[in-house]
C-alpha cells in the first residue's frame, strides 16, 4: 500500500535536497539561497523497500494571506492535507528558532503522523542542534545529512514506526514495472498508454500557471500578479478525455543578456529542459503585446529541438475585435515562423477558460502529425511530380540527380534523399522541398528535418598509392 509524505519546514533547511535524494534525480531546483521553492512537487520516491509519493513544498513564513509567502503557505496547507504524514524538517547548524516552534504547532494541529527530521547534522556543529529538536515536542529527532545521504537508515526506521500498516503492506508488494516516463525520457513511440508530455513556455507574466490551473480545474500551481513566481519545471499528471497527460509549468524566459540572477540561470535552465523532453511544446503569448522578440527565439527553440508547437494567445479575454486580430496574428505567426509554418494558433484565456477545449484539441492533432509515418511509394510518387515541374538546378553545367526519397524516422519527421552531387543541392532547393512536404502531405506546426545521401561514381578514379609510402621504413 503506497503513501503520501509531505517536507515541511521554514525556508532553507535543505527539503529539496532531501526530495531529491529520495525521488533518485535532481528534480527540485537546489540553492544556498533560501525560499527558491514556491510550487509543491510530487515525486515518486524510494527509501529501501519502501516506495511512497513525496511532496516537497515552499518554506514555511508569516505573511498575510493575499502576499506571495501567504498563497505559498496555502500551497504548502494543500499538501498537508494530501499527506499520510509529515517530515517535520529543521536545520541542526541553526539549531531551533522560533519560526520552527510556530509551524511545529501547525502541523501539531492536523492530527497526522509527524517525523521529526533533524538536516545537516553531520559533524560535530549538527550534533548540538539535533538534540535541541527534542523541545519541539515532535517525539526524538532523526538527525541525518540529505545532502551526504547520512541518516537514510533511521528515517526508514522512523517512517516504519509512523505508519505501520502502509510501510508493513509495501514489504509484501512485489516490485512491478513501472510504465509511467521518467523525467529523462521523451518516449521512443506513439503510444496512448503513456503520458504525453507537454511543456508550457513563455516569456514571465505570460500566465503559464494561471492556465494550467484552469486546464486542471484547481488552484494547484502557485499565481499572482508579480512575475517570474514559478521558478521549478513542475510535472503534473491528470486525464483529458481517455488521455494521459504530463503538463509542465515552467519559468518565464527572458533574454540572456538581461538574466544575472543565478537563481534564474538555474530556473531558466530548468525550463530548457523540459522543453527538451517534451512532445508538445505550448508557446503562450501575452496577446496584449505578442511576437515580441523573445517570442520568437523561444519558438527557434522548439524547433531545433525537434519538438511540435502549439501557439497560445492568452489574455484573449482583453483584446476588442477579436474576429479581425486572431486572422492578422495567425498571418504573423505564418511570416514570422516559416520553419514552424501552419502551427496552431489558438485564442484563449486561462482566467476565463475560453479557448482551452481548442487549445486541446490542437495540442493532440499536432502530435500525431508529429509521429507521422509516410510510405516510400507516396513519397516518391510526390518527389517524381515536383521534379519533373521544378527540377534541381545545374550545377558546373552538370544537372543534380535525386534518384529517391524516403522517411528516416518520425519524431519529428525526417526525410532523406538519395542522388548524385547532393551536397551541391543549394539550401533554398532544400526549403522548397521541405514546404512542398509540408503542404502536400498536411504537415503543420512540427519541425520537419532533410538529410542527404550521395551514392558512390564508379567513374570516379580512385587514389593509387605512391611506391615507398607503405610502413616498414
Do not use: C
Not at 174 to 183: F, H, M, V
Not at 400 to 424: S, V, W
Amino acid at each position: 500500500m503506497s503513501f503520501t509524505l509531505a517536507i515541511i519546514g521554514r525556508p532553507n533547511v535543505g527539503k529539496s535536497t532531501l526530495f531529491n535524494r529520495l525521488v533518485g534525480k535532481k528534480l527540485a531546483l537546489v540553492d544556498d539561497q533560501p525560499g527558491v521553492t514556491r510550487d509543491r512537487r510530487e515525486g515518486e520516491a524510494k527509501l529501501a523497500d519502501l516506495r511512497f509519493t513525496i511532496i516537497d513544498t515552499a518554506g514555511l513564513e508569516e505573511g498575510g494571506a493575499e502576499s506571495l509567502s501567504g498563497r505559498m503557505r496555502a500551497q504548502t496547507e494543500a499538501a498537508i492535507e494530501q499527506a499520510d504524514a509529515i517530515l517535520f524538517m529543521v536545520d541542526s547548524r541553526a539549531g531551533v528558532t522560533p519560526d520552527d516552534r510556530y509551524f511545529a504547532s501547525l502541523v501539531r494541529r492536523a492530527g497526522k503522523p509527524i517525523v521529526l527530521v533533524a538536516n545537516k547534522a553531520e559533524g560535530r556543529a549538527g550534533e548540538s542542534g539535533a538534540l535541541d529538536a527534542y523541545s519541539l515536542g515532535l517525539g526524538d529527532p532523526v538527525p541525518l545529512s540529505a545532502e551526504h545521504g547520512e541518516g537514510m537508515i533511521d528515517l526508514f526506521d522512523a517512517l516504519r514506526a509512523a505508519l505501520p500498516e502502509q510501510t508493513e503492506a509495501a514489504e509484501d508488494e512485489e516490485d512491478a514495472p513501472r510504465l509511467a516516463l521518467a523525467d529523462d525520457e521523451d518516449g521512443s513511440e506513439l503510444d496512448p498508454s503513456k503520458p504525453l508530455r507537454i511543456a508550457v513556455v513563455g516569456r514571465p507574466n505570460a500566465g503559464k500557471s494561471t492556465l494550467i490551473n484552469r486546464i486542471l480545474g484547481e488552484d494547484r500551481l502557485l499565481t499572482g500578479p508579480e512575475a517570474g513566481i514559478t521558478r521549478d519545471s513542475i510535472g503534473l499528471d491528470f486525464q483529458w478525455g481517455e488521455r494521459k497527460l504530463k503538463m509542465f509549468d515552467t519559468a518565464g524566459l527572458r533574454r540572456r543578456a538581461r538574466v544575472t540572477d543565478k537563481l534564474e540561470k538555474l530556473a531558466a535552465a530548468d525550463a530548457l529542459r523540459a522543453v527538451k523532453f517534451a512532445e508538445v511544446v505550448v508557446l503562450l503569448l501575452d496577446a496584449t503585446i505578442p511576437f515580441e522578440k523573445q517570442d520568437l527565439t523561444i519558438a527557434d527553440l522548439v524547433e531545433r529541438e525537434g519538438r511540435a508547437l502549439v501557439i497560445g494567445l492568452n489574455k484573449w479575454d482583453l483584446i476588442d475585435d477579436k474576429g479581425q486580430n486572431l486572422k492578422d496574428l495567425r498571418e504573423e505567426a505564418g511570416r514570422l515562423l516559416p520553419q514552424l509554418r501552419g502551427a496552431p494558433v489558438i485564442a484563449l484565456s486561462g482566467e476565463t477558460g475560453v479557448g482551452i477545449d481548442k487549445l486541446m484539441q490542437a495540442i493532440f492533432a499536432v502530435h500525431t502529425t508529429w509521429n507521422i509515418r509516410i510510405s516510400t511509394a507516396r513519397l516518391n510518387r510526390w518527389l517524381g511530380a515536383v521534379l519533373e515541374q521544378t527540377p534541381p538546378p545545374a550545377v558546373s553545367g552538370r544537372r543534380i540527380k535525386i534518384r529517391y526519397m524516403t522517411q528516416l524516422k518520425a519524431r519529428p519527421p525526417h526525410f532523406i534523399l538519395f542522388g548524385n552531387q547532393l551536397e551541391q543541392l543549394p539550401t533554398s532547393y532544400e526549403r522548397f522541398l521541405l514546404n512542398g512536404l509540408r503542404q502536400a502531405f498536411d504537415l503543420p506546426g512540427v519541425p520537419l528535418r532533410l538529410s542527404k545521401r550521395t551514392g558512390e561514381n564508379p567513374y570516379k578514379p580512385t587514389k593509387r598509392r605512391q611506391p615507398g609510402s607503405g610502413r616498414g621504413k
